[in-house]
């Protein structure tokens, strides 16, 4: 997604960055509250930085399975201290705690921040943060599920998504950059979305007084030219109510698959001069995106609110949530929590960070058939593989509604090295599609139609060769589709 710089340059100056230094695995870095951190292997680079795994120091090297990384770039470069910066302010673990518990939510997606400080290596000085590990981005998953999302996975995210603006707004932060590739899912939790990447954070309201509304020639079209708001095309300042009109956008092109103005995203003029035209037209853009009969009114009604919002004006978070709430008690559905990522028909199931390279997980949806199937083949699939999902009963219970969702996970235990053998039996289809650096093929269990997804590291399994996809090195994940003959063989 084209990402506009020309504003961000002009506030950091003319000086080019430097490229952040490659450690190695073993490097003992230390936080400014002198807290030892020992570094695994890179599992990401940026233009600038490195990503690593990392743990709590100690003799024991950091394995594949570690809950921390670290961000590391050269310490004279901006993006790092921009984001830091949040994190220090809004992000400690203490704050989230208490937002949580005040607020009765059962979890925050906002990343929490566990140290951060300067590192020298070689003669150069280098700046660090310590954050949680997340597993994969929504853009690759909505990539796989051939660009859509259901509107039950729609409102549902943008729901938790309402949650993290609320509360770094209410922490004098607006992020300015909401869009799927900012969005992880948890490691731990795959119904647990967060939002990062605040390198292009704005403190809107320093001490409580909120900054005034000026075009700045310099910094027009700034963050994400799809989903950047108004504002932000004419050069203002980010603000709360640009945060709201960006997720927005995302809700229409998650649901539609697309959006009016990405024929043209050379021309940010073109974009800008859409988004305004879209704006005054809200019923317009609903009959661009959803020309069927059956439009998603709870996103028109939030498009109306916010656009409704001043500058400077707080926005009623529980009214926009009412609406998207009312959206999905229109399509018999509730807040139960549950994305389902990956159930929709010819999509790929969420990804998901595995705890050791030759593990695997098996996500197993079961789509729009009878329930007395359904649970027949559950009964079957739990007799032959230990089940960890503890969401399993109630996901059965709602099973009219949506659809199941089964996690089967196994490892170097006798169990996982069973069902691996059984996978090698994996009859492949000889018709394979690609999506991106993800192949898919279709996937069918006795008269049950689900979908399947492996995410491991290098891997030889049957027809299958399982490779690093993504340049992450051990933390690599294919997803794929594959057609099994019959349920007897699981």
Request: proline share 4%.
């Amino acid at each position: 997604m084209p990402r506009v710089k020309a504003a961000q340059a002009g506030r950091q100056g003319p000086a080019k960055r430097r490229l952040a230094e490659q450690f190695a695995a073993g490097e003992v870095i230390t936080d400014l509250a002198k807290k030892e951190w020992k570094l695994g292997l890179p599992i990401g680079q940026g233009g600038f930085g490195c990503i690593y795994l990392a743990d709590k120091n100690s003799s024991k090297s950091v394995g594949s399975d570690a809950s921390y990384v670290v961000k590391v770039e050269p310490s004279d470069n901006g993006p790092l201290f921009t984001e830091l910066k949040f994190y220090q302010r809004a992000a400690k673990p203490e704050q989230i705690r208490k937002w949580i518990h005040t607020h009765k939510l059962k979890y925050l997606g906002v990343p929490k921040y566990w140290g951060s400080g300067l590192h020298d290596k070689n003669g150069k000085s280098y700046r660090f943060m310590i954050m949680d590990r997340f597993g994969s981005d929504l853009q690759k998953i909505y990539e796989a599920n051939a660009k859509r999302f259901s509107r039950k996975t729609v409102l549902q995210l943008s729901l938790r998504i309402l949650d993290i603006l609320e509360y770094i707004h209410e922490h004098e932060y607006v992020h300015g950059d909401i869009k799927a590739s900012n969005l992880l899912l948890s490691c731990k939790d795959p119904d647990q979305v967060y939002l990062v990447d605040y390198g292009l954070a704005y403190r809107y309201c320093p001490d409580g007084s909120h900054k005034e509304y000026k075009e700045d020639p310099k910094r027009c079209h700034d963050g994400t030219i799809e989903f950047t708001s108004i504002d932000a095309h004419n050069g203002v300042a980010p603000s709360r109510r640009g945060d709201l009109e960006i997720l927005g956008y995302c809700m229409v092109q998650w649901l539609s698959g697309h959006l009016p103005w990405e024929d043209n995203l050379k021309d940010p003029n073109y974009v800008r001069d859409s988004k305004i035209r879209y704006r005054e037209n809200i019923a317009g853009l609903m009959d661009k995106c959803f020309p069927e009969k059956n439009k998603p009114d709870e996103i028109a009604k939030y498009l109306e609110t916010v656009k409704l919002l001043d500058y400077d004006e707080k926005p009623l978070y529980q009214n926009l949530q009412d609406i998207l709430l009312q959206g999905l008690k229109s399509i018999g559905s509730k807040d139960d929590g549950k994305l389902e990522l990956g159930g929709l028909e010819n999509g790929a199931p969420k990804a998901r960070t595995t705890t050791k390279t030759t593990a695997f997980s098996l996500y197993v949806f079961t789509c729009k058939k009878r329930k007395k199937e359904a649970e027949k083949h559950t009964e079957a699939g739990a007799e032959d593989m230990e089940c960890s999902d503890t969401h399993t009963e109630e996901a059965m219970q709602t099973l009219p509604q949506a659809c199941k969702h089964l996690l089967y996970e196994a490892g170097d235990t006798e169990k996982g090295k069973e069902v691996k053998e059984k996978l090698k039996m994996v009859q492949v289809v000889p018709s394979v599609s690609s999506s991106g650096s993800t192949q898919r093929l279709e996937l069918a269990l006795s008269d049950v139609d689900i979908q399947l997804s492996l995410q491991q590291g290098p891997l030889k399994q049957g027809p299958l060769t399982w490779s690093d996809t993504d340049g992450c090195g051990t933390d690599g994940r294919l997803s794929c589709e594959v057609s099994l003959k019959s349920l007897a063989k699981l």
